[in-house]
Every structure is written in structure tokens, then in C-alpha cells.
């Protein structure tokens, strides 16, 4: 599974993956906190993270028929706490192209139509 749980209020923003998403976390030199999986059934999962409030974004996209257990956890846990939860690579992307706009003070807002 690929999932990763981003807390913007740090700068750089606090990174929290799971172990799969880890490793091509840091070949492209990013850093992150690895917590358990929720099917591992261990304390301090992603789930009790975003249920607790320590995440500020969720991007999940999970590959197989385990993770998507997982995901259906990670999803439901977003809904429940309100966190917003990206479940594509395209809609990783567009929200990370967005974060940046904003933390450079470029954010402009236009309709879909221009």
C-alpha cells in the first residue's frame, strides 16, 4: 500500500508512511515517519494518527486486495475526522502543485471554465 499522511504545520511538513511508500519516499530524498499499517494491528497506526488529528492531508492509493482493506479503513477514518484524503497519483500531484502555490503566496482561484 501506498499511503502517506502529510502535517503541513511544520516546515517541511511532517511526512508519516507506511513501509512501502518509505522507500520511494527517500529514493527521492524525502524523509518520512514510518507507522504501522492498520491491518498489523499495532499501536500508533495511520488510522489512530488521522483519528487523533495529526494529520493534516491522506494520500492513499492502494494497490492489491490487502491494502485496500487498509484503504477502506484510512478512508473512512479521513470522512470521520475530516481530513482530506487523495486516492490518486494525478491527485497527489495537483495537491502538492497546489500546497506549494500557496506557501509561495501564489494561489489564485479561477473556474473550471478558464
Do not use: W
Not at 14 to 30: A, Q, Y
Not at 36 to 64: R, W
Amino acid at each position: 500500500m501506498k499511503a502517506a499522511g502529510i502535517t503541513l504545520g511544520t516546515n517541511p511538513p511532517c511526512i508519516i508512511s507506511c513501509d512501502i511508500f518509505d522507500t520511494v519516499l527517500r529514493r527521492n530524498g524525502v524523509a518520512a515517519t514510518i507507522v504501522p499499517k492498520h491491518s498489523e494491528g499495532l499501536p500508533g497506526d495511520a488510522v489512530a494518527k488521522i483519528l487523533a488529528g495529526e494529520i493534516d492531508l491522506v494520500i492513499n492509493t492502494p494497490f492489491g486486495n490487502g491494502p485496500r482493506v487498509d484503504g477502506y479503513e484510512i478512508r473512512s477514518a479521513c470522512v470521520t475526522s475530516n481530513t482530506p484524503c487523495v486516492t490518486t497519483m494525478p491527485g497527489a500531484a495537483a495537491a502538492v502543485q497546489g500546497i506549494e502555490a500557496l506557501l509561495r503566496g501564489e494561489l489564485n482561484v479561477r473556474s473550471l471554465q478558464e
